[in-house]
């Protein structure tokens, strides 16, 4: 007997996850992390498990072949508009479609979140209130199917999350269920069934990535000095629940929600 469970323990399969990365590294996240897959890998790789990276706005997949290989996926934030025809978005579009085909996990953050429901038949765009940039409180529904599975995971009925975004999921795809929303962002998270949820938030993100962002967004002129200020001294007031949504985002991924 005790062989037989060996036998069964050493053939079970480690699982392998691919990051579908939509941004480029800045040169702090490089430093500081190895770049943006340094960022991911630290919330969510677990012992034994292998983490590919793609740099889809490069027009890297995994071969065809290689598909039925993962466990699931990730896919990043980005700079980018999920509602644009760019062709690497495009051609990404086509790949989330058949992936949701073959019933893979998706896990979208940020932009992915946005593509991932593009991709499924919502719609997304530039949300009406302008840039949501800080610490938000999130909402679960009390009437999603998912909400016994997150007790289950002793997730709180709210959770604060770090975001940075100007666009928005306007429209769920049809089948897809609202899990939660914020006072600012009608689909904070989004499921379409088991296998594919987005989340509006960065979960992945520490508080010196997002005062590094600050500070780019302010170079780039897309919000001044003075609110940057504002917005960094605003996060010295509370902290995010990193643990409630690392756990909720792995759960997700390997098969525990």
Not at 56 to 78: A, N, Q
Not at 121 to 142: E, Q
Not at 146 to 157: C, D, E, G, N
Not at 193 to 214: A, N, R, S
Request: charged share 30%; net charge negative.
């Amino acid at each position: 007997m005790e062989s037989i469970i060996m036998t069964t323990t050493t053939m079970k399969k480690n699982k392998k996850f691919g990051l579908l990365l939509c941004a480029d590294d800045t040169d702090y996240v490089k430093k500081m992390y190895g770049g943006y897959y340094g960022v991911f890998v630290r919330m969510l790789k677990e012992e034994g498990e292998t983490w590919d990276m793609y740099r889809v706005t490069r027009g890297e997949y995994p071969d065809e072949d290689e598909l039925e290989s993962y466990d699931g996926f990730v896919i990043s934030g980005s700079r980018k508009d999920a509602h644009s025809n760019e062709p690497w978005i495009s051609r990404l579009l086509i790949f989330l479609k058949k992936l949701d085909s073959m019933k893979k996990k998706v896990l979208g953050i940020c932009f992915g979140h946005q593509i991932l429901s593009r991709a499924l038949g919502g719609k997304s765009g530039r949300s009406m209130t302008g840039w949501d940039i800080g610490i938000r409180t999130v909402h679960f529904s009390a009437s999603s199917s998912s909400s016994k599975l997150f007790q289950s995971l002793k997730t709180p009925p709210l959770l604060s999350i770090y975001e940075i975004h100007r666009d928005e999921v306007w429209e769920l795809p049809p089948k897809a269920e609202l899990i939660a929303w914020s006072d600012k962002t009608g689909v904070e998270m989004f499921r379409y069934g088991d296998h594919m949820m987005g989340i509006q938030g960065h979960p992945e993100y520490t508080k010196d990535i997002l005062l590094h962002l600050i500070d780019r967004l302010v170079k780039l002129d897309f919000i001044e000095d003075s609110e940057s200020e504002e917005l960094k001294a605003k996060l010295d007031e509370h902290e995010p629940d990193r643990e409630a949504l690392r756990r909720l985002c792995t759960s997700f991924l390997k098969g525990g929600l």
